[in-house]
């Protein structure tokens, strides 16, 4: 069988790919931002840059060389311990945080400015049209890269394009100073800021479902695989620098026109209205609705297969179960929602930092088990350190870690603990069955 793709095939799996990454974080956060960082907009940008696009990247690589699916990244952890991984990786990109914040952004930023006195019911009733929509998209799984690929990702680029020129051809006001810690450690504060994104944890899963896509179209063979795999991944990564960069350069010259604004969707909302007059909202309306709706149905899709292999339950079953559980989430609100899940994500995203790293040290490690195991544990337990200062626990007494005032205590020990593994454990032999395969 032939294995090779269509250029257009190949653009169109980058385009479902960054579609899937391009949702609610991604547009609420950068501008408020930039807003923030004002004169230190660039270190803070390229801080963003590095989580919200460099790790996503390297995830979608790591997974490539890893051979293409979960099971296979994490070979070298305990079987029980990578899916209790995999499982609250997809919770909180599923049902928990990241699938409902997409209905809610788009309730918010979307419809909600066209009433005039929004109610609760508003929401309620706009979120499950929204995953019902959503779910009839995800029904198809084989027909994602041409539904969303070739069709709604060229329609939403094509608005973020006109919004971006938008914006450096006509900034609505000057660069102001920084503020708050933006002040101090902008780029440490983006780096953490492009946690909120959780990009890494979607390339985790978008990967896999890549793969899946893939053999749809009919690639099997390893090498095809990684290098289509790399290449939408760098076509998805191309993308989002640019709607970052945008957004970010948006939020900088904002302060004339949003100043005091507590979130990313009211800056962009009323820098687009400055922008474009009373069609401004229609825009971002059409940008909005497009950016959710694509990342909720790879976000539905992804969990519904992962849950799917764990259980009886089938694909499209769990399509049902998960739109609505989506739909109940959404109705919780964006300020709370967001709350709740920034402790989860400073617990977490250490430790998805670290597999990625793993992986691509694997083949230099003495015994990669014992190295995936230490690192990992290390990892997870000064994240967790990093999560309980986050919701508000006093652990004052572990103040003494490098960065552990800006949220990075688990930084060091975790780089102390990979360099540890290259000197500990060498009785392992090269003769393991995954070694020799």
Not at 91 to 115: D, H, N, Q, S
Not at 163 to 192: D, M, R, S
């Amino acid at each position: 069988m032939k294995q090779s793709l269509k250029l257009t095939d190949i653009t169109a799996l980058g385009f479902m790919l960054f579609a899937f990454f391009l949702g609610a974080g991604n547009i609420i956060f950068p501008p408020l931002a930039g807003q923030l960082a004002g004169e230190n907009v660039l270190p803070a940008m390229f801080g963003f840059l590095l989580t919200a696009v460099g790790l996503p990247l390297i995830t979608i690589i790591a997974i490539a060389v890893a051979g293409g699916s979960w099971e296979k990244l994490t070979r070298d952890l305990p079987v029980k311990a990578a899916t209790i991984m995999a499982v609250l990786i997809f919770i909180i990109i599923g049902p928990a945080f990241a699938a409902p914040r997409t209905g809610l952004v788009a309730y918010e930023m979307a419809v909600k400015p066209f009433f005039a006195h929004a109610e609760q019911i508003h929401l309620t009733i706009f979120s499950i049209l929204f995953f019902i929509v959503a779910m009839s998209f995800a029904w198809s799984q084989g027909k994602l890269i041409d539904i969303i690929g070739k069709i709604l990702t060229p329609v939403l680029f094509i608005g973020l394009i006109v919004l971006a020129f938008a914006v450096f051809f006509n900034p609505q006001g000057e660069i102001v100073a920084a503020q708050g810690e933006y002040l101090t450690h902008p780029l440490q504060k983006g780096f953490l800021e492009g946690y909120n994104t959780m990009d890494t944890f979607g390339s985790l899963m978008f990967g896999v479902l890549i793969v899946d896509a893939l053999r749809g179209k009919g690639i099997t063979e390893q090498k095809a695989t990684t290098k289509y795999l790399i290449c939408a991944g760098l076509i998805a990564a191309l993308g989002l620098v640019f709607v970052y960069v945008s957004l970010f350069y948006l939020g900088a010259t904002s302060s004339a026109i949003a100043l005091g604004a507590d979130n990313g969707g009211v800056v962009l909302s009323q820098y687009v209205q400055a922008l474009f007059g009373q069609y401004g909202q229609v825009v971002l309306t059409i940008i909005v609705l497009l950016a959710c709706l694509t990342t909720a149905i790879g976000l539905i899709s992804a969990c519904s297969d992962y849950f799917s292999s764990l259980t009886k339950i089938t694909y499209k079953q769990w399509v049902i179960i998960n739109g609505a559980a989506c739909a109940f989430v959404a109705n919780v609100g964006l300020a709370q929602l967001i709350s709740l899940s920034v402790p989860v994500l400073f617990a977490l995203y250490p430790v998805a930092i670290a597999l990625v790293v793993l992986t691509f040290l694997r083949n230099k490690l003495p015994n990669s088990r014992f190295a995936y195991r230490s690192v990992m544990s290390v990892s997870l337990v000064f994240a967790l350190i990093d999560a309980a200062k986050v919701a508000g626990i006093d652990v004052s007494v572990f103040s003494f870690l490098p960065l552990f005032d800006v949220g990075m205590g688990w930084l060091l020990p975790t780089v102390v603990a990979m360099i540890g593994v290259f000197f500990v454990g060498k009785s392992e032999q090269p003769t393991l069955a995954e070694d020799a395969a």
